[in-house]
């Protein structure tokens, strides 16, 4: 438990630090395996486009050294995977597997149908 909640600088909750004081992101002592298939999905993406042979569900994307254009990468591949979009600002509010599964239940104007159109048509 904490006695206040710490801020960023533009006065808002600091996410990252409060998944630091809960024990989240992963460390890299222990992986937390994907429990759903949804998790272990995207669990497969992340692993694939950062270069890691497993990715735990608590683990951070930016301290698994993704970067920005890597999860423009990710976002487009959760897209094709499950034929939904996550707007871009969730990709970064949202840095773990457990987070990000959360994020993708629908919510008011976050999510919506892709649509594909045939090429050439």
């Known amino acids: 438990m904490i006695d206040e909640q710490p801020l960023n600088a533009q006065g808002k909750v600091d996410r990252r630090r409060l ?9 890299g002592t222990t992986v937390v395996g994907p429990a759903s298939d949804a998790k272990v999905r995207i ?21 698994l050294g993704a970067d920005s254009v890597q999860i423009v990468a990710i976002r487009q591949r959760l897209s094709a995977e499950f034929g939904r979009e996550l707007a871009l600002a ?24 892709t649509r594909r159109r045939p090429v050439g048509g």
Do not use: C, Y
């Open 19 to 27: 998944e630091e004081l809960a024990g989240e992101p992963g460390n």
């Open 43 to 63: 669990a497969a993406i992340f692993a694939e486009t950062l270069g890691h042979d497993q990715v735990g569900v608590t683990d951070n994307l930016f301290r």
């Open 90 to 113: 969730r990709m970064f509010e949202n840095t773990s597997i457990r987070t990000l599964t959360t994020a993708f239940r629908p919510r008011p104007g976050s999510l919506r149908t």
